[in-house]
């Protein structure tokens, strides 16, 4: 219990836990009845003292500064001087923060975690190629029908948006191949311009932006939501593979549908310039089929097809590797997905860099 008196406040009896209730209850209504500024508070009567009663002490000169009191502590008897020497030691200080990291500390530390994320990437890469492999011979572990509904999803549902996309780019190049060249009279070199800008380049290269917009940011944050949902720990609780289950399906579906797009996509380009040059700029349509097929040869298709396959490689392990990466809550989906669409079109880039420079050269 607590009284009070002219020399100040008195703590009485025991200060354990099963009378702390009782005890702040009083303590809170005699400081908020007391007029002095500077109060004292007496412990020499206490009885009993155990670590929760000792908490509350420590406690105490901040709860009394919360209604504008100071609060001081003395008297306790000498046998708690042990719990007491709790009350007379300082809280430790907070430790200094860590000084921020220099330049060529911070240099070497993102060159470590993009190293440590390239293995990662690599060793996630094998397994899925391994998986893949497997999946063609052994289907266990692969749900039934899962790969027709990634190809739909993948390839004719995506087929209106890149033919239309193909058509408007291949419009847009020759009209502005033949504003060019109609001042020199070679309009019909267009030709040339479509069918190796077409195939070559711009219809394997836009099939797989768009794709990646589409099914790389769905892959993503597909394996992501499987991952905060705990999705793929059930999995591995079953005896499945996440890998064989979610993503092998995804990776032969994209395989096979990229190409096809792509072919899908040199034809849309292809007729797109066709129509501008022979409706806008007075070309025969019969001498402009004849120099585009004149020109067009199967090596630039090939180059095409060539291009899209590691273009599909690199949208479902970037996709997948972002979505296995996963850390966080839910605001942290949106940001997975990003990456994994800005990785898939940092790589789509670089792999068409490298392929133009090989079969260039092989030219």
């Known amino acids: 219990m607590v009284r009070s008196d002219e020399q100040g406040l008195h703590l009485v009896g025991e200060l354990t836990l099963d009378t702390l209730a009782a005890t702040r209850r009083e303590l809170r209504q005699l400081l908020a009845r007391e007029p002095g500024a500077q109060l004292r508070l007496s412990l020499s009567g206490l009885t009993a003292l155990d670590l929760a009663g000792v908490i509350f002490l420590q406690a105490l000169p901040d709860q009394a ?30 430790p200094p923060p860590p000084p921020p990291p220099g330049f060529l500390e911070g240099l070497g530390g993102a060159a470590y975690e993009w190293a440590a994320q390239g293995k990662r990437l690599l060793f996630m890469t094998s397994d899925l190629a391994w998986a893949a492999t497997i999946g063609l011979v052994d289907r266990r572990g692969i749900r039934r029908g899962s790969f027709v509904e990634q190809a739909i999803a993948t390839g004719s549902q995506g ?9 408007l780019i291949g419009a847009a190049s020759a009209l502005q191949a033949s504003v060019q060249l109609q001042k020199f009279g070679s309009n019909i070199y267009v030709a040339n311009l479509l069918a190796i800008g077409i195939c070559s380049e711009l219809g394997p290269l836009m099939t797989a932006i768009v794709v990646s917009g589409r099914t790389g940011s769905a892959i993503a944050s597909e394996v992501a939501a499987m991952k ?31 190409p096809l797009l792509t072919v899908t996509a040199d034809f849309c380009g292809l007729l797109g310039g066709t129509l501008v040059s022979v409706l806008v700029f007075d070309l025969s349509f019969t001498t402009f089929t004849e120099r585009l097929l004149d020109v067009l040869k199967v090596k630039h298709l090939l180059t095409g097809i060539v291009k899209s396959l590691s273009f599909a490689w690199a949208i479902t392990i970037l996709g997948v590797y972002r979505g296995l990466s996963f850390r966080g809550g839910a605001d942290e989906l949106g940001r997975t997905t990003t990456a994994a669409v800005v990785n898939s079109l940092l790589a789509i880039i670089a792999l068409d860099t490298f392929w133009g420079v090989v079969f260039y050269l092989k030219r």
């Open 228 to 258: 905060y949902t705990e999705e793929l720990d059930g999995l591995r609780t079953l005896g499945l593979d996440p890998l064989r289950y979610v993503a092998v399906p995804k990776f032969w579906a994209l395989l096979l549908c990229l």
């Open 65 to 94: 500064a919360g209604q504008g009191k100071e609060l001081s502590l003395h008297g306790l008897p000498a046998r708690f001087a042990e719990l007491g020497a709790a009350l007379q030691s300082p809280a430790p200080p907070a």
């Open 159 to 167: 087929l209106p948006i890149v033919a239309l996309i193909l058509f």
